[in-house]
């Protein structure tokens, strides 16, 4: 019992010598403390992305990210160029594939890595809102991608998801679930005072 309590009192000596003068400075230099991690920024960056797509049913959106932190590339699933939203069908229930949205659609990771605007997304990290289907699974190997952030693996029973997985482990791209920390991340564009904005 002594022993444990010794213990214990060395740890709070440690603790108070070492710890406490690092989290005082913190204190003192006045830093917002509820600031989006770097995590939520760069999923919240993919859900955002998201917000761009016409698809009814389900909007995905995916952010690459190199190893400065730095974006270089962001997509949303959607209709390839020239090939207008307004006259390619969304729908999919059609008995006629042709009149169904998945022989058209880009997918998010897709147009992610297509509209890099580095030379190469080599060893970057993916942020997405769905976990890649097999298609896209190939995109983020081939295009040297070694990481996958994702939110939902609600399709995770699916052969498309299996065999994504199946790939991405062979080819040893790392994949884990993202748990924010924040729930909301409010964007309220009526609250943004423009007259200060415009003295800055
Ligand atoms: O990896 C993906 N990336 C991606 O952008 N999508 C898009 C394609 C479709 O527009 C939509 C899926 O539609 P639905 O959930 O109605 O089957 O999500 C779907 C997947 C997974 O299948
Ligand atoms: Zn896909």
């Given at each position: 019992?002594?022993?444990?309590?010794?213990?214990y009192?060395?740890?709070?000596?440690?603790?108070?010598?070492?710890?406490?003068?690092?989290?005082q400075?913190?204190?003192?230099?006045?830093?917002?403390?509820?600031?989006?991690?770097?995590?939520?920024?760069?999923?919240?960056?993919?859900?955002?992305?998201?917000?761009?797509?016409?698809?009814?049913?389900?909007?995905?959106?995916?952010?690459?990210v190199?190893?400065?932190?730095?974006?270089?590339?962001?997509?949303?699933?959607?209709?390839?160029?020239?090939?207008?939203?307004?006259?390619?069908?969304?729908?999919?229930?059609n008995?006629?594939?042709?009149?169904?949205?998945?022989?058209?659609?880009?997918?998010?990771?897709?147009?992610?890595?297509?509209n890099?605007n580095?030379?190469?997304?080599?060893?970057?990290?993916?942020?997405?809102?769905?976990?890649?289907?097999?298609?896209?699974?190939?995109?983020?190997?081939?295009?040297?991608?070694?990481?996958?952030?994702?939110?939902?693996?609600?399709?995770?029973?699916?052969?498309?998801?299996?065999?994504?997985?199946?790939?991405?482990?062979?080819?040893?791209?790392?994949?884990?679930?993202?748990?924010?920390?924040?729930?909301?991340?409010?964007?309220?564009?009526?609250?943004?005072?423009?007259?200060?904005?415009?003295?800055?």
């Amino acid at each position: 019992m002594f022993n444990y309590l010794s213990q214990y009192f060395k740890l709070f000596v440690f603790q108070m010598a070492v710890l406490k003068p690092e989290n005082q400075s913190l204190k003192k230099s006045g830093k917002r403390e509820d600031y989006l991690s770097w995590d939520e920024y760069f999923m919240a960056t993919a859900i955002l992305a998201a917000k761009r797509s016409k698809d009814p049913s389900t909007q995905v959106g995916a952010c690459i990210v190199n190893d400065k932190k730095q974006i270089v590339g962001v997509g949303y699933n959607g209709m390839p160029r020239g090939c207008s939203d307004d006259e390619f069908p969304w729908g999919k229930g059609n008995a006629d594939e042709l009149k169904n949205k998945y022989y058209y659609v880009c997918h998010a990771e897709m147009n992610a890595i297509l509209n890099k605007n580095s030379a190469g997304v080599e060893n970057c990290r993916m942020y997405v809102a769905l976990f890649p289907c097999n298609e896209c699974a190939k995109f983020i190997i081939q295009s040297g991608i070694r990481e996958i952030v994702y939110m939902s693996d609600k399709d995770h029973d699916k052969n498309r998801t299996i065999a994504s997985k199946r790939m991405l482990d062979a080819a040893g791209v790392k994949y884990w679930p993202f748990t924010p920390q924040h729930k909301t991340i409010d964007i309220d564009f009526s609250k943004i005072d423009w007259n200060h904005m415009s003295q800055c």
